[in-house]
């Protein structure tokens, strides 16, 4: 997963200083977020859900969309009062996760979508799997994909793009093994 995350990084962010973590949560809700400061999360189930590793890349190039788009804070020292922020507003969708209510705005992560397409074409994932992986996700009830505008959003931003090849390395490979013999 750090290999991902890096891989996906490491042409956007050239000599931007941050420590880029991507952390797996034992937890079967399909389900990804960033809290800012390079940190990313992606629960087994949003593992589990994804079919190549195009799909995954796309699940992680859009955490990291919220981290290019400005919608965390950068320092470490406001961390936890960013995410009071993020996780209070009132001005957009609540989405719960167990003890976590997660803010949803539709802008931002319509924002996030279009930044994981570039991340994605940049480092050769094919970037059509952001909206395979987006319509499985709106299909298992996960909050924020059942806003239809946003699947729209996500089919208008690829329609001049071409599909690439999908091929998953050996490494996602077993990753994917030692997860289903779990």
């Known amino acids: ?26 937890n079967l809700e399909p389900n990804a977020f960033s ?5 990313i999360f992606i629960t087994e189930g949003a593992m ?15 955490e990291i969309g919220h981290e290019l788009g ?17 996780f209070s507003s009132k001005t957009s969708e609540q989405v719960q996760h167990g003890s976590i209510t997660q803010e949803i705005e539709p802008a931002k992560e319509q924002q996030a979508d279009r930044i994981a397409i570039r991340l994605l074409q940049q480092t ?3 970037p ?9 996700l709106a299909n ?11 699947l ?13 090849p999908v091929d998953s390395s050996d490494a996602f490979l077993a990753i994917k093994r030692s997860m289903s013999a779990e």
């Open 70 to 86: 400005g919608h965390f804070c950068r320092q470490s020292s406001f961390l936890l009062s960013h995410l009071l922020d993020v």
């Open 140 to 150: 298992s009830h996960a909050g924020h994909f059942q806003d239809s505008n946003r």
């Open 48 to 62: 589990n859900l994804a079919q190549n590793e195009s799909e995954l890349a796309a699940i992680i190039a859009h």
């Open 128 to 136: 059509y799997a952001i909206l395979e992986i987006s319509r499985r």
């Open 1 to 26: 997963m750090q290999n991902l995350g890096a891989r996906l990084v490491g042409t956007a962010l050239d000599g931007q200083g941050v420590i880029w973590r991507f952390m797996v949560v034992r």
């Open 152 to 164: 729209k959003s996500l089919e208008q931003a690829l329609k001049s793009l071409n599909p690439l």
């Open 35 to 39: 809290i800012g400061n390079g940190l």
């Open 124 to 126: 050769g994932f094919d």
